[in-house]
């Protein structure tokens, strides 16, 4: 059976609404311009994005990453590409092939874009119902290929303001609304990857190397183990130099308290604890870096990113396969982004 890649564009262009005029359907490497794009809200596209794919719009709202949200409560909606259920973001995307303006880096800040509106999940109904019709198997294209969002093109993009945009708290978020949740006490694997990462922390503090590769890059650590008394062949040693600029690039927390006398919380991300509550697949384990972080954890796994404004540091934990009949061991990481929402004063 043939496999034909059918490129995003056209499957815009075949699942274009008939609300949109078929020139502006057939026409979307054309631009959109203040007096083209008509003023609306992300929500209104969001409830009915029917009526809006393929026409030039007019948006305002925080940029954060690749998305635009209308809001700092949109951070709690689901970040899943398949779910088409948030109403208060939208990706900014355009096809490979074409420029768009370019977008601001850095932490949040107010915007307005103007773009032309766009959906995966058309893109997606209608290459599946060309593969019922050919018989061929036909895939999407580009990031929707692994995603059913509604989007919007870039091709102006305007700042707003550079006022910084401050995190959720937990006083603002009720808790069951959070995305992080404090792990249960009886969670499966819980002690295990608790151990690993208090054994991670230290082990950065200590500049141990070998315990923190152990943790972070297990697959290294293993296959040092099969080579032992041997040399290690070009490839390990490569994965071994490439393993301690890793450990070298690590920020190291900037604790107050010694380990014993910090406070400490163990979270998971909600869906791990609805769906699968009594074993999660992922820890999250926060340390305060001062005396007292009541009422500043993190809300959001995106909030847990080892920013140095942050008041607490925080390593997640995971299964990780070793390979076949190598078994199952716990990874650690650590990592760090300084382009999130601004720590609240």
């Not at 973001?89 to 092939?97: D, G, H, S, V």
């Not at 404090?182 to 141990?208: L, T």
Request: proline fraction near 7%; hydrophobic fraction near 40%; glycine fraction near 6%.
């Amino acid at each position: 059976m043939r496999i034909r890649l059918l490129i995003l564009l056209l499957a815009c262009l075949v699942a274009a609404p008939s609300a949109a005029s078929a020139k502006e359907a057939n026409t979307w490497d054309k631009r959109c311009t203040f007096a083209s794009a008509t003023a609306t809200t992300i929500k209104a596209i969001t409830l009915d994005y029917h009526r809006w794919t393929g026409r030039c719009v007019r948006l305002s709202g925080i940029l954060a990453g690749r998305h635009l949200l209308d809001g700092r409560k949109a951070v709690l909606e689901p970040e899943s590409p398949w779910d088409e259920k948030t109403k208060h973001r939208l990706l900014l995307y355009a096809q490979p092939w074409r420029d768009i303006a370019p977008l601001p880096k850095g932490r949040p800040i107010t915007i307005e874009v103007i773009g032309k509106i766009g959906s995966c999940a058309d893109a997606n109904a209608a290459v599946e119902q060309m593969s019922r019709d050919s018989g061929d198997i036909v895939m999407v294209g580009g990031y929707c290929h692994t995603s059913l969002e509604t989007y919007v093109t870039p091709d102006i993009v305007r700042v707003l303001s550079r006022a910084p945009i401050a995190r959720l708290t937990e006083a603002e978020v009720p808790a069951e609304r959070r995305k992080l949740v404090e792990a249960r006490p009886i969670s499966g694997g819980r002690d295990a990857h608790v151990a690993a990462a208090r054994a991670f922390a230290a082990a950065i503090e200590a500049h141990d190397e070998p315990t923190y590769r152990r943790l972070r890059h297990p697959d290294v650590a293993d296959d040092i183990a099969k080579f032992a008394g041997a040399s290690p062949p070009d490839w390990l040693r490569e994965n071994i130099r490439d393993a301690h600029r890793d450990f070298a690039r690590q920020a190291l927390p900037r604790f107050a308290l010694t380990t014993g006398a910090r406070e400490e919380r163990v979270f998971v991300e909600r869906a791990d604890a609805d769906d699968n509550g009594d074993s999660p697949d992922r820890y999250v384990v926060c340390w305060c870096t001062g005396p007292n972080c009541t009422g500043r954890w993190p809300v959001i796994p995106a909030d847990a990113d080892n920013d140095p404004v942050r008041p607490y540091f925080c390593a997640t934990t995971g299964a990780y396969e070793l390979g076949a009949g190598r078994g199952t061991v716990i990874e650690v990481e650590a990592a760090r982004r300084i382009d999130g929402f601004a720590e609240p004063d």
